[in-house]
């Protein structure tokens, strides 16, 4: 079965670079989420979207942004990058609408360093 | 908003133990579910359950969600079993999606 596909899975930036991060969920999900994991930390909720609108919005830096596009893949573009960034970044997707099961299924996450 | 507490913070087991990891969240939840972490990083899903009991090999869960907790059991540990396990848990905000809070996680280490 088709998996949320995440790229690039490793990235390293120097400190004041930007980045972007691509996610593709699976196919027919409607709802596409970003989550932020710090060394040692459980994952943080960042953002998300359906039906290509942002849905929720958790502690996500002003320096972050993203958007999801028709073709339902999802884009996490940070600016500035500080050392504090350096984390593993979640893209997830389920099928929200009139589901009555919200499971969310993680893709393999993107590492970045920023040095 | 909900918290998500996971006990024990770490387990260290031999080969073929069984164990339980806990996890008791806040208020009522509409999404439940059980990943491991591989040392690779990795999120593996493991079960979906806000409510009732499933089994999948040598893992199996319950959650009982009037009383607000969930419980996974491992049997015969295998020392692939290692890693972290996080419980996450979601409910509908006023926005109606279903962001997910996690838990401080279980760090199991099995030995040969």
């Known amino acids: 079965a088709a998996g949320v596909i995440q790229s690039p899975r490793h990235l390293i930036k120097e400190k004041r670079e930007t980045a972007t991060l691509k996610c593709y969920p699976i196919?027919?999900?409607?709802?596409v989420y970003w989550y932020q994991q710090g060394p040692g930390q459980d994952p943080q909720f960042l953002i998300s979207?359906?039906?290509?609108?942002?849905?929720d919005k958790g502690s996500i830096p002003d320096r972050f942004s993203a958007q999801q596009f028709s073709d339902y893949h999802s884009e996490l573009n940070m600016s500035s990058l500080e050392l504090g960034d350096s984390a593993l970044y979640f893209c997830?997707?389920?099928?929200?609408?009139?589901?009555?099961?919200?499971?969310?299924?993680f893709g393999p996450g993107t590492r970045l360093t920023v040095t | 908003g909900i918290q998500v507490e996971q006990s024990p913070p770490d387990l260290i087991l031999q080969e073929g133990a069984n164990s339980t990891l806990r996890c008791n969240f806040s208020?009522?939840?509409?999404?439940l579910q059980w990943f491991h972490q591989n040392p690779w990083g990795q999120l593996i899903n493991l079960f979906y359950?806000?409510?009732g009991t499933k089994q999948n090999g040598r893992l199996s869960a319950t959650t009982v969600a009037t009383e607000r907790y969930s419980l996974l059991y491992i049997s015969s540990s295998q020392t692939t079993d290692s890693g972290v396990y996080f419980c996450?848990?979601?409910?509908?905000?006023?926005?109606?999606?279903?962001?997910?809070?996690f838990g401080a996680g279980t760090r199991l280490a099995v030995h040969p």
């Open positions: 196919p027919r999900h409607d709802t």
């Open positions: 997830a997707s389920s099928l929200e609408g009139r589901a009555t099961i919200h499971e969310q299924y």
């Open positions: 996450a848990v979601g409910s509908l905000g006023s926005g109606g999606y279903n962001k997910l809070i």
């Open positions: 359950i806000p409510s």
């Open positions: 208020d009522s939840v509409n999404n």
């Open positions: 979207f359906y039906e290509k609108m942002q849905s």
